[in-house]
């Protein structure tokens, strides 16, 4: 077996493990809590008058599984 191929079975073995680690509701509640939290800095920013706000949640399945937040600055009409 080559170096490429034992390379390619290590990768499938982590993603096939991050896959079990992290249950249908594991994610759920990963995914609320992300959102939640979205809404509550957000809610934050505009009480603080700030024209940015978190515009998009992103989940990366890895290990360690990542939560990355996109911020986008705007105008008041599109911050509401």
């Known amino acids: ?3 490429l191929d034992r390379a390619k079975q290590s990768v499938e073995k ?3 493990i991050s896959l079990d680690l992290v249950s ?3 994610l759920a509640n990963m ?3 992300a959102c939640t939290k979205q809404d509550n800095v957000n809610e ?3 009480t603080k008058g700030s024209i ?3 515009h998009g949640v992103d989940l990366e399945m890895g290990i360690p599984p990542k ?3 996109a911020i986008r600055r705007g105008f ?3 911050l509401e």
């Open 24 to 26: 249908d509701e594991n």
């Open 31 to 33: 995914i609320i809590v």
């Open 67 to 69: 939560i990355v937040y």
């Open 52 to 54: 940015y706000r978190i």
């Open 76 to 78: 008041d009409d599109q």
């Open 44 to 46: 934050a920013l505009k």
């Open 14 to 16: 982590v993603r096939d």
């Open 1 to 3: 077996m080559g170096l």
